[in-house]
Structures are given as structure tokens and as C-alpha cells.
């Protein structure tokens, strides 16, 4: 994945996971298939709550997203969909 801006996501394990943002569009690598997910870090947007996530097109893991200090993402996995 190409990467134009500096921001960080780390998973729930601490581990860092590919992505990259642009305005309020954040891409993250799946997980788990490594498709690109596409979260929207604004406010009712898929993907930036548990209540609304983001999910993968290729094999549809879900997850959300924090942002953190402005510049970190957490990627948070949806489990018991
Ligand atoms: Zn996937």
C-alpha cells in the first residue's frame, strides 16, 4: 500500500498495522486477508464506532478505529458480530 502520510495504526496488540490517511479517510491493511479497509474518522461514519464499523470487502472482518494524539490509529477487530 503506498504511503503518503505519516500516521500510525497499531492494532490491539500493540503491533502495527499498514495504512494510510487522507483527510478524514483512513485505509488500513486487512488483518486478516490483507484487502484495504476503508474507515471514515468522523463521527457516524463506518468505522469509527463499534455501533458502525468498517468491514473488509474481500473476506468482511470488521473493525473501528481510534485516533490518538492525532496522529496514532487504534484498529479495533469486531468480534461477536
Ligand atoms: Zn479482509
Known sequence: MAKITDFRCIDE??????????????????????????????????????DKPAACRSCRFECWITIERGEFFGLHPLINI
Not at 487522507?22 to 479497509?37: E, T
Open 13 to 50: 496488540l500493540g503491533n502495527e498495522v499498514p495504512c494510510d490517511a487522507f483527510g478524514n479517510n483512513v485505509a488500513v491493511r486487512c488483518p486478516r486477508c490483507g484487502h484495504p479497509i476503508l474507515a471514515i474518522a468522523l463521527e457516524n461514519q463506518r468505522g469509527f464506532s463499534q
